[in-house]
């Protein structure tokens, strides 16, 4: 039992440094000299198949060595549950089609007030909350209607690693979009959703 709670811990520091370093300023400078323009293309896809791949012997690990059950939430509340994370499950993809400049790896190299910077555009989810990724994220891992001692430590873990995240996203966010987003922070929460932003919307 121990044992397996330490191989997982492990194996999720590990995938924690490779993921970072791939999501490094660093590493996208690097990517965009090797590659050129066709970095914008498959940055992205391959950065998300190569993160699945790094996941899977921890998933393999919890599918093998769950560790004690905690609890299990009885039905109805399973399934209510179960649809929180439905739900939460349609916030990241639509997040990234409400804010696509975001994701862009020279825009991401870029300072505020060049052209490669693009404009910030508040749109979609993004009126309502700052973090989308962040917010999906906490509820799909909370809202798991049943608990085990390994799963309990993956989900810490995770929660922490998702908010540390956040944190240093933002901190590119400001580099890139200077006042504007200083701004928009005073006035939309990062994590739970709150009055609408009052200042300029874009609707494209």
Request: glycine content about 6%.
């Amino acid at each position: 039992m121990v044992i397996s709670t330490v191989i997982i811990v492990l194996c999720l520091v590990a995938f924690a440094a490779i993921h970072s370093f791939m999501a490094s300023l660093k590493f996208k400078r690097a990517i965009i000299k090797a590659l050129g323009p066709r970095a914008e293309k498959l940055y992205l896809p391959v950065y998300s198949l190569i993160a699945v791949l790094m996941i899977l012997p921890v998933v393999y690990l919890l599918y093998r060595y769950p560790g004690q059950v905690l609890y299990v939430v009885p039905y109805p509340w399973f399934w209510l549950m179960v649809t929180g994370q439905a739900i939460a499950a349609v916030i990241a993809p639509r997040a990234f089609m409400d804010a696509p400049q975001r994701f862009r790896i020279l825009s991401q190299l870029s300072v505020s007030g060049t052209p490669e910077a693009g404009e910030l555009k508040i749109r979609g989810i993004y009126r309502w909350v700052r973090d989308p990724f962040l917010l999906s994220g906490l509820v799909i891992l909370w809202l798991t209607p049943f608990m085990t001692v390994n799963l309990l430590v993956l989900y810490i873990f995770a929660s922490i690693y998702l908010y540390i995240g956040s944190l240093h996203w933002e901190s590119r966010l400001v580099s890139q979009f200077g006042d504007k987003y200083i701004q928009y922070q005073k006035e939309v929460r990062r994590i739970i959703p709150g009055r609408g932003y009052k200042g300029d919307v874009s609707n494209f």
